[in-house]
């Protein structure tokens, strides 16, 4: 087992470990009370020219302009268009990006309070979640509330490389990677026009091989975005070189490595299933089953 996906496995278990976290928090924006369009999920990918990265927090969906407020009281901290409150009673810290701030640096702050507005050009805050030394996610159970997501995560399409060349399905053999197009859609309200077809990153994948009634291999999950921002190092691990981000008008294409390297010499040959699973933060579930044959 690789030093990458003990990593992954390492944050899974923690993930399943650890509490739900603190009662749920409301909304940034005006009714706080209700949920708002969300455009960008925790731990998608984000590029910038040669720059990869996992998205550290949620994207909520506002016309520029739109005041945003702070969710729980305390102490701000202002850097360029983001600010950041710091609990009084400690706890985590949660920061609202890309707005012109409306306090100062160390200014006392109540719950509710004006913060700042949306910058032009944003059309969206970023919020983000920071407890024990990492980013949590925004959605898990105990944050971002209320929220519904009646929606199903999507797995369109599987393929196996070999050296990097796509490999037919019915001829898989030798060393193979697998990766599989996998993600989710925004949940009612729907963003505007132009990100209303954004792709959003599931929050849990696993897959399996089975064979007739038998699993051969079994189930192995290759994504955990649950609860934590995983480390940069791993991007390269999850998501494939096909991937790349939400743009307006344009929606973005999410790419995961199921396998790397995998071995087919180490089953017969004959036909098979592999059968992949997708979960969200509110735990829809999607499923697809693609066929192959081994011919080693």
């Known amino acids: 087992m690789t030093r990458a996906v003990l990593y992954l496995c390492a944050f899974a278990a923690g993930a399943l470990l650890l509490p739900a976290g603190a009662s749920a928090y409301t909304w940034p924006l005006k009714p706080f009370g ?15 020219g040669t720059s990869t990265s996992f998205h550290f927090g949620v994207d909520i969906s506002a016309n520029d302009g739109t005041p945003v407020y702070a969710i729980e009281p305390g102490r701000a901290r202002v850097r360029g268009m983001t600010v950041s409150i710091r609990p009084n009673r400690g706890g985590h810290l949660l920061s609202y990006w890309h707005i012109m701030p409306t306090v100062k640096t160390n200014q006392r702050v109540r719950r509710h309070q004006l913060i700042g507005r949306i910058v032009p050009g944003a059309e969206h805050v970023h919020l983000a979640e920071y407890s024990e030394g990492t980013y949590v996610n925004p959605l898990r159970m105990g944050g971002l509330a209320p929220y519904i997501d009646d929606t199903v995560p999507q797995i369109p399409g599987l393929t196996f490389q070999s050296f990097g060349q796509p490999v037919q399905p019915e001829l898989v053999g030798g060393i193979v990677d697998i990766t599989a197009e996998v993600y989710d859609t925004s949940p009612l309200p729907l963003p505007p026009v132009a990100w209303a077809h954004a792709r959003l990153a599931p929050t849990l994948i696993r897959w399996r091989i089975v064979h007739g009634q038998s699993t051969v291999r079994p189930w192995e999950t290759v994504v955990d975005f649950r609860r934590f921002l995983l480390p940069l190092s791993l991007y390269d691990f999850v998501y494939a070189p096909a991937t790349f981000q939400n743009r307006a008008n344009r929606p973005g294409h999410y790419e995961y490595y199921l396998g790397h390297e995998l071995n087919t010499g180490l089953l ?24 192959f044959t081994v011919t080693n």
């Open 34 to 48: 209700k949920q708002h369009a969300i455009r960008g999920y925790f731990n998608d990918p984000r590029l910038s």
């Open 268 to 291: 017969p040959n004959g036909a098979y299933v592999l059968q992949v699973d997708a979960l969200d933060a509110q735990e829809n579930l999607g499923q697809a089953s693609f066929p």
